[in-house]
């Protein structure tokens, strides 16, 4: 299951007391003083981990506190530092304080670091005020207190292909053909409720991340069927693959089909509409091989540049997706990209 939104609690640790001692030993009746400086509080650090996918895992868990400084003891010693609280996070994650809605970072990066909570400083101990003038000091202060907030977390995948297309336009199954991911897959609309994430596998040891976005519909960007919810996923990826049923069941035309979705993305945002973009004439193996090049010719003359380049395949049966999954590549690596379309 995507969780692809979270609301957790952090709170760093407070910083240690300083301490008020005076050194006593036998023999040295002006020992002076000795009183140490707390410990600095923890602080909650947000990690991005590429193993991660999801949010899931800050769901049932949503209290996230570091340990808190020790105070100074006597003999100059020093109080031990507090734990840093440590949270995992896939790439992708946006945080926003949710007191007041600023952004407190993007999380887009194996290992980056995003401090969202700072440790209080420990407080001085009676050792760190002796001076020339004031040689048996008395004070001390207090550690500074925690730090404490509400953040909103906002997970916006990250993928190199990202699948769109109508629902029932085989995304899914094409999914299954070129990964080992196994999203659910069914003959009726909006069987994907949730994006999936696949690795693909090529020769070579070349690999690419593809997110298969839910099926969208006509008036998505203004909110319509999964609208926001999924439109914002594709932000994050870098070529989108555009399929195509080259024979909807319900009779409508491939090429309006492809309009709607090219409006929906413009409506949504005008970079996303820029993306680099490949055309996929999908479910080829539902139309006899004798039938096919009077379909396509039907089927490509019914958009608006009348382009003659296109890529076909079938993820039911997996013909073509070895060509597809170059192509793909080549798309990624290559400057040339916005030729295939968008």
């Not at 069987?191 to 040891?205: A, Y």
């Not at 870098?238 to 492809?258: C, F, K, M, Q, T």
Request: some cysteine.
């Amino acid at each position: 299951m995507l969780i692809d939104k979270a609301k957790i609690f952090v709170r760093s640790g407070k910083g240690g007391h300083g301490c008020v001692s005076m050194r006593r030993e036998k023999y040295r009746p002006l020992g002076g003083p000795d009183g140490g400086d707390g410990g600095k509080g923890g602080d909650v650090v947000l990690v991005g981990d590429d193993s991660l996918n999801t949010l899931i895992s800050l769901t049932p868990r949503p209290h996230y506190r570091a340990e808190s400084g020790r105070p100074g003891e006597g003999s100059s010693c020093h109080g031990r530092n507090g734990v840093d609280c440590i949270v995992p996070v896939p790439l992708g994650t946006i945080v926003v304080d949710a007191e007041t809605g600023d952004t407190v970072g993007d999380i887009d990066a194996d290992g980056q670091r995003l401090l969202v909570a700072c440790g209080g400083n420990g407080g001085f101990g009676n050792e760190h005020f002796k001076s020339s003038t004031n040689q048996a000091p008395r004070e001390s202060t207090p550690g500074e207190p925690w730090e404490e907030r509400t953040l909103l977390l906002e997970l916006k995948l990250i993928a190199d292909i990202g699948l769109i297309g109508l629902p029932n336009a085989g995304k899914s199954t094409l999914l299954r053909a070129m990964s080992r991911a196994q999203p659910r897959v069914a003959a009726y609309p909006f069987t994907t409720l949730s994006p999936n994430l696949g690795t693909v596998e090529l020769s070579g040891h070349r690999r690419l991340i593809v997110a298969d976005i839910p099926g969208l519909i006509e008036g998505a960007a203004d909110g319509a069927g999964l609208g926001h919810d999924f439109l914002r996923h594709i932000e994050r990826t870098r070529v989108l693959l555009h399929l195509v049923d080259i024979d909807p069941a319900d009779g409508s035309d491939p090429a309006e089909n492809y309009r709607i979705i090219r409006g929906e993305l413009e409506a949504y945002e005008a970079d996303l509409a820029s993306k680099p973009e490949l055309i996929l004439i999908n479910k080829i193996d539902l139309v006899p091989e004798d039938l096919r090049s009077e379909l396509l010719e039907q089927v490509e003359g019914g958009f608006p540049d009348n382009r003659t380049s296109w890529l076909i395949a079938s993820g039911a049966t997996g013909e073509g997706v070895p060509s597809l999954l170059e192509a793909l590549w080549k798309a990624i690596h290559d400057k040339t990209a916005d030729s295939w379309g968008g």
